[in-house]
Protein backbone atom coordinates (compact mmCIF):
# COMPACT_ATOMS: atom_id res chain seq x y z
CA UNK A 1 0.00 0.00 0.00
CA UNK A 2 1.14 3.36 -0.66
CA UNK A 3 2.13 5.89 1.60
CA UNK A 4 -1.06 8.58 2.07
CA UNK A 5 0.27 11.91 3.91
CA UNK A 6 -2.32 13.64 5.82
CA UNK A 7 -1.86 17.46 6.67
CA UNK A 8 -2.43 19.05 9.72
CA UNK A 9 -6.07 19.41 9.14
CA UNK A 10 -6.56 15.71 7.24
CA UNK A 11 -4.62 14.50 10.85
CA UNK A 12 -7.19 16.53 13.15
CA UNK A 13 -10.35 15.24 11.08
CA UNK A 14 -8.81 11.71 11.90
CA UNK A 15 -8.76 12.48 15.40
CA UNK A 16 -11.65 13.61 17.19
CA UNK A 17 -11.49 13.94 20.79
CA UNK A 18 -14.32 11.72 22.70
CA UNK A 19 -12.80 8.76 20.14
CA UNK A 20 -9.26 8.96 20.89
CA UNK A 21 -9.56 9.44 24.44
CA UNK A 22 -11.50 5.58 24.36
CA UNK A 23 -8.41 4.69 22.01
CA UNK A 24 -5.80 5.18 24.46
CA UNK A 25 -7.86 3.86 26.76
CA UNK A 26 -7.69 0.58 24.75
CA UNK A 27 -4.30 1.31 24.66
CA UNK A 28 -3.87 0.92 28.59
CA UNK A 29 -5.70 -2.56 28.38
CA UNK A 30 -2.94 -3.79 25.27
CA UNK A 31 -0.12 -2.33 27.69
CA UNK A 32 -1.55 -4.07 30.57
CA UNK A 33 -1.96 -7.53 28.51
CA UNK A 34 1.70 -7.06 27.16
CA UNK A 35 0.56 -6.43 23.43
CA UNK A 36 1.71 -2.82 23.01
CA UNK A 37 5.03 -1.38 24.24
CA UNK A 38 7.15 1.46 23.12
CA UNK A 39 10.39 1.80 24.62
CA UNK A 40 11.96 5.14 26.24
CA UNK A 41 12.48 7.86 23.67
CA UNK A 42 15.21 8.71 21.91
CA UNK A 43 16.13 12.81 22.75
CA UNK A 44 19.10 14.01 20.12
CA UNK A 45 20.46 17.45 20.30
CA UNK A 46 21.36 18.95 16.77
CA UNK A 47 22.40 22.05 15.53
CA UNK A 48 24.39 24.25 16.57
CA UNK A 49 24.54 28.00 18.56
CA UNK A 50 25.71 29.73 15.72
CA UNK A 51 22.82 28.35 13.10
CA UNK A 52 20.29 27.15 16.03
CA UNK A 53 19.91 24.25 18.34
CA UNK A 54 17.72 22.16 18.37
CA UNK A 55 16.59 18.36 19.46
CA UNK A 56 15.41 15.69 17.53
CA UNK A 57 13.16 13.23 19.60
CA UNK A 58 12.44 9.91 18.13
CA UNK A 59 9.40 7.89 19.70
CA UNK A 60 8.47 4.30 18.49
CA UNK A 61 5.87 1.66 19.57
CA UNK A 62 3.75 -1.37 18.01
CA UNK A 63 0.99 -3.39 18.68
CA UNK A 64 -0.21 -6.89 17.16
CA UNK A 65 -1.17 -4.92 14.24
CA UNK A 66 0.62 -1.48 13.41
CA UNK A 67 4.23 -0.05 13.96
CA UNK A 68 4.78 3.64 14.16
CA UNK A 69 7.73 6.21 14.91
CA UNK A 70 7.08 9.85 15.43
CA UNK A 71 10.18 11.88 14.80
CA UNK A 72 9.97 15.55 16.26
CA UNK A 73 12.23 18.38 16.10
CA UNK A 74 12.12 21.13 18.35
CA UNK A 75 13.80 24.70 17.77
CA UNK A 76 12.89 27.28 20.16
CA UNK A 77 14.55 29.67 18.02
CA UNK A 78 12.13 29.06 14.65
CA UNK A 79 9.45 31.44 15.43
CA UNK A 80 12.12 34.24 14.90
CA UNK A 81 12.62 32.70 11.37
CA UNK A 82 9.45 32.49 10.34
CA UNK A 83 8.89 28.53 11.32
CA UNK A 84 7.13 26.86 13.40
CA UNK A 85 9.26 26.08 16.86
CA UNK A 86 7.98 21.89 16.80
CA UNK A 87 8.22 20.31 13.15
CA UNK A 88 7.89 16.52 12.50
CA UNK A 89 5.70 13.87 11.39
CA UNK A 90 4.45 10.20 12.39
CA UNK A 91 5.07 7.20 10.67
CA UNK A 92 2.51 4.29 10.50
CA UNK A 93 3.02 0.89 9.47
CA UNK A 94 1.96 -2.78 9.15
CA UNK A 95 3.84 -4.47 12.19
CA UNK A 96 3.47 -7.72 9.57
CA UNK A 97 4.86 -6.56 6.55
CA UNK A 98 6.09 -3.15 7.25
CA UNK A 99 4.30 -1.91 4.38
CA UNK A 100 4.12 1.95 4.83
CA UNK A 101 0.08 3.14 5.48
CA UNK A 102 0.25 6.41 6.59
CA UNK A 103 2.15 9.71 7.28
CA UNK A 104 0.05 11.86 10.57
CA UNK A 105 1.27 15.28 10.89
CA UNK A 106 3.44 15.06 13.84
CA UNK A 107 2.58 18.18 15.82
CA UNK A 108 -1.29 17.55 15.81
CA UNK A 109 -0.87 13.90 16.99
CA UNK A 110 1.38 14.98 19.50
CA UNK A 111 -1.51 18.22 20.90
CA UNK A 112 -4.63 16.03 19.71
CA UNK A 113 -3.12 12.96 21.82
CA UNK A 114 -1.74 14.85 25.04
CA UNK A 115 -5.21 16.50 25.69
CA UNK A 116 -7.01 13.31 24.64
CA UNK A 117 -4.98 11.44 28.01
CA UNK A 118 -6.05 14.83 30.15
CA UNK A 119 -9.35 13.87 28.64
CA UNK A 120 -9.64 10.66 30.03
CA UNK A 121 -8.13 11.04 33.20
CA UNK A 122 -10.67 13.51 33.87
CA UNK A 123 -13.59 11.18 32.90
CA UNK A 124 -11.78 8.52 35.14
CA UNK A 125 -11.16 10.58 38.41
CA UNK A 126 -12.72 13.92 38.39
CA UNK A 127 -15.12 14.13 40.88
CA UNK A 128 -17.18 16.58 39.06
CA UNK A 129 -16.91 16.49 35.26
CA UNK A 130 -20.06 19.05 34.55
CA UNK A 131 -18.46 22.09 36.94
CA UNK A 132 -16.34 24.99 36.01
CA UNK A 133 -12.86 24.80 34.11
CA UNK A 134 -9.58 26.26 34.20
CA UNK A 135 -6.83 26.35 32.25
CA UNK A 136 -3.35 27.92 33.01
CA UNK A 137 -1.53 28.69 29.68
CA UNK A 138 -2.78 30.05 26.27
CA UNK A 139 -0.29 27.94 24.03
CA UNK A 140 -1.48 25.18 21.38
CA UNK A 141 -1.26 22.98 24.21
CA UNK A 142 -4.18 25.60 26.02
CA UNK A 143 -6.21 25.48 22.41
CA UNK A 144 -6.61 21.38 22.13
CA UNK A 145 -7.39 21.30 26.14
CA UNK A 146 -10.17 23.66 25.59
CA UNK A 147 -11.37 21.54 22.64
CA UNK A 148 -11.03 18.17 23.87
CA UNK A 149 -12.96 19.12 27.40
CA UNK A 150 -15.42 20.62 25.29
CA UNK A 151 -16.32 17.97 22.72
CA UNK A 152 -15.46 14.84 25.85
CA UNK A 153 -17.08 16.64 28.68
CA UNK A 154 -19.49 19.40 27.19
CA UNK A 155 -17.71 21.92 29.28
CA UNK A 156 -19.58 25.59 29.16
CA UNK A 157 -17.80 28.02 31.09
CA UNK A 158 -14.07 28.28 30.86
CA UNK A 159 -11.76 30.53 32.81
CA UNK A 160 -8.18 31.00 30.95
CA UNK A 161 -5.09 32.25 33.48
CA UNK A 162 -1.60 33.83 31.00
CA UNK A 163 1.03 35.67 32.04
CA UNK A 164 0.43 37.25 28.41
CA UNK A 165 -3.15 38.69 28.88
CA UNK A 166 -3.63 39.25 25.57
CA UNK A 167 -2.84 35.46 24.54
CA UNK A 168 -5.54 34.31 27.09
CA UNK A 169 -8.10 36.71 25.67
CA UNK A 170 -7.13 35.50 22.13
CA UNK A 171 -7.88 31.70 22.87
CA UNK A 172 -11.18 32.93 24.99
CA UNK A 173 -12.55 34.38 21.60
CA UNK A 174 -11.76 30.92 20.06
CA UNK A 175 -13.39 29.52 23.12
CA UNK A 176 -16.95 31.18 22.62
CA UNK A 177 -16.98 30.03 18.42
CA UNK A 178 -17.45 27.05 20.07
CA UNK A 179 -19.94 27.72 22.25
CA UNK A 180 -18.28 28.14 25.34
CA UNK A 181 -18.99 30.87 27.77
CA UNK A 182 -14.84 31.54 28.57
CA UNK A 183 -13.38 34.85 30.95
CA UNK A 184 -9.94 35.88 31.65
CA UNK A 185 -8.79 35.90 35.12
CA UNK A 186 -5.59 37.82 36.11
CA UNK A 187 -4.94 35.61 39.10
CA UNK A 188 -5.56 31.34 39.93
CA UNK A 189 -6.64 32.77 43.27
CA UNK A 190 -10.06 34.31 42.46
CA UNK A 191 -11.29 31.46 40.48
CA UNK A 192 -9.97 28.27 42.53
CA UNK A 193 -13.30 28.08 44.67
CA UNK A 194 -15.46 28.14 41.93
CA UNK A 195 -14.09 25.73 39.28
CA UNK A 196 -13.76 22.10 39.86
CA UNK A 197 -11.22 21.28 36.82
CA UNK A 198 -7.55 23.07 36.36
CA UNK A 199 -5.29 22.51 33.96
CA UNK A 200 -1.71 23.76 33.65
CA UNK A 201 -0.16 23.59 30.30
CA UNK A 202 2.33 26.13 30.36
CA UNK A 203 6.31 26.28 30.04
CA UNK A 204 6.52 27.63 33.88
CA UNK A 205 10.05 27.17 36.34
CA UNK A 206 8.19 28.13 38.92
CA UNK A 207 4.98 27.07 40.48
CA UNK A 208 1.60 28.62 38.46
CA UNK A 209 -0.75 27.23 41.33
CA UNK A 210 -1.27 27.97 44.78
CA UNK A 211 -0.02 25.45 47.33
CA UNK A 212 -2.07 23.73 50.15
CA UNK A 213 -1.89 26.12 52.67
CA UNK A 214 -3.26 28.97 50.77
CA UNK A 215 -6.91 27.06 51.51
CA UNK A 216 -8.44 27.56 48.08
CA UNK A 217 -7.90 23.98 47.16
CA UNK A 218 -10.71 21.09 47.64
CA UNK A 219 -10.43 17.43 47.70
CA UNK A 220 -13.04 17.77 44.77
CA UNK A 221 -10.40 19.44 42.61
CA UNK A 222 -8.85 17.44 40.05
CA UNK A 223 -5.97 18.60 38.46
CA UNK A 224 -4.08 18.00 34.93
CA UNK A 225 -0.54 19.64 34.98
CA UNK A 226 0.97 18.71 31.34
CA UNK A 227 3.30 21.75 30.85
CA UNK A 228 6.68 21.00 32.64
CA UNK A 229 8.43 17.68 30.75
CA UNK A 230 12.07 19.13 31.71
CA UNK A 231 13.71 18.71 35.39
CA UNK A 232 14.21 22.63 34.96
CA UNK A 233 10.22 23.47 34.61
CA UNK A 234 7.57 22.95 37.19
CA UNK A 235 3.94 24.10 37.52
CA UNK A 236 3.05 22.68 40.72
CA UNK A 237 3.78 23.61 43.99
CA UNK A 238 5.31 20.93 46.60
CA UNK A 239 2.76 20.82 49.56
CA UNK A 240 -0.02 20.01 47.05
CA UNK A 241 2.10 17.42 44.84
CA UNK A 242 3.44 15.44 48.62
CA UNK A 243 -0.55 16.05 49.85
CA UNK A 244 -1.44 14.45 46.88
CA UNK A 245 0.89 11.45 47.16
CA UNK A 246 0.46 10.88 50.96
CA UNK A 247 -3.34 10.56 50.19
CA UNK A 248 -3.37 7.89 47.20
CA UNK A 249 -4.38 10.29 44.35
CA UNK A 250 -0.76 11.33 42.74
CA UNK A 251 -1.49 9.82 39.16
CA UNK A 252 1.21 9.69 36.15
CA UNK A 253 0.00 8.99 32.68
CA UNK A 254 3.44 6.66 32.56
CA UNK A 255 6.17 6.30 34.77
CA UNK A 256 8.31 5.94 31.52
CA UNK A 257 10.58 8.85 31.46
CA UNK A 258 9.07 10.24 34.55
CA UNK A 259 12.51 10.53 36.92
CA UNK A 260 14.30 12.90 34.46
CA UNK A 261 11.12 14.94 33.08
CA UNK A 262 8.35 15.70 35.47
CA UNK A 263 10.35 18.65 36.69
CA UNK A 264 6.96 19.54 39.45
CA UNK A 265 7.92 16.14 40.99
CA UNK A 266 11.65 16.20 40.97
CA UNK A 267 11.36 19.43 42.74
CA UNK A 268 8.98 18.26 45.37
CA UNK A 269 11.81 15.04 45.58
CA UNK A 270 8.09 12.84 45.81
CA UNK A 271 9.42 9.62 45.85
CA UNK A 272 8.40 7.65 42.72
CA UNK A 273 7.25 4.85 44.23
CA UNK A 274 4.03 6.83 45.78
CA UNK A 275 3.06 7.80 42.15
CA UNK A 276 0.25 5.37 40.51
CA UNK A 277 0.85 4.80 36.26
CA UNK A 278 -2.26 5.48 34.73
CA UNK A 279 -2.61 1.80 33.21
CA UNK A 280 -3.19 0.39 36.54
CA UNK A 281 -4.63 3.35 38.31
CA UNK A 282 -7.55 2.81 35.69
CA UNK A 283 -8.85 -0.23 37.17
CA UNK A 284 -9.27 1.37 40.73
CA UNK A 285 -10.70 4.87 39.50
CA UNK A 286 -14.13 4.80 41.90
CA UNK A 287 -12.00 3.74 44.75
CA UNK A 288 -9.23 6.50 44.17
CA UNK A 289 -12.31 9.26 43.42
CA UNK A 290 -13.41 8.46 46.17
CA UNK A 291 -10.54 9.46 48.47
CA UNK A 292 -10.47 12.41 50.19
CA UNK A 293 -7.80 14.31 52.13
CA UNK A 294 -6.12 16.29 48.92
CA UNK A 295 -6.85 17.21 45.18
CA UNK A 296 -6.28 14.73 42.70
CA UNK A 297 -3.11 15.28 40.77
CA UNK A 298 -2.44 13.60 37.21
CA UNK A 299 0.52 14.63 35.89
CA UNK A 300 1.10 13.83 32.16
CA UNK A 301 4.95 13.69 30.77
CA UNK A 302 3.94 11.90 27.61
CA UNK A 303 4.83 8.76 26.34
CA UNK A 304 4.48 7.36 22.43
CA UNK A 305 1.92 4.57 22.87
CA UNK A 306 -0.53 7.75 23.17
CA UNK A 307 1.11 8.58 19.81
CA UNK A 308 0.29 4.76 18.69
CA UNK A 309 -3.58 4.75 19.98
CA UNK A 310 -4.13 7.99 17.77
CA UNK A 311 -2.34 5.89 14.48
CA UNK A 312 -4.72 2.81 15.72
CA UNK A 313 -7.71 5.70 15.57
CA UNK A 314 -6.59 7.84 12.18
CA UNK A 315 -6.61 3.98 10.42
CA UNK A 316 -9.54 2.95 10.78
CA UNK A 317 -11.01 6.00 8.65
Given at each position: ?S??????A??????????????I???????????????????????????G???????????????????I???P????????????E????????????????G?T????????????????????????????????????????F?????AR?????S??????????????????????????A???????????????????????????????H??????????????L?????H??A??????????????????????????W?????????????????????????????G???????????????
Amino acid sequence: MSLLPLDAASTAARLPYPELARAIADMLAELRDGTAMAPPRIALPVGDAEHGEGTLLVMPARNRSLVMTKNITVHPGNPGRGLPSILGEVVVADAHTGARLAMLDGPTVTGRRTAAVSLLAAQCFAARTDGELLIVGAGVQALTHLEAFVAGLGARKVWLQSRTRDKAAALAAQARTLGVDAEVTDTVAAVLPRVSMVVTVTSSRSPVLPDLDSGLWRDDHFIAAVGAFRPDMCELPPQLCHAAADHGRLLADTLFGIEEEAGDLLQAGIDWGTVQPFETAILQADAIRARSGSPLVFKSVGYALWDLAACVLASRA
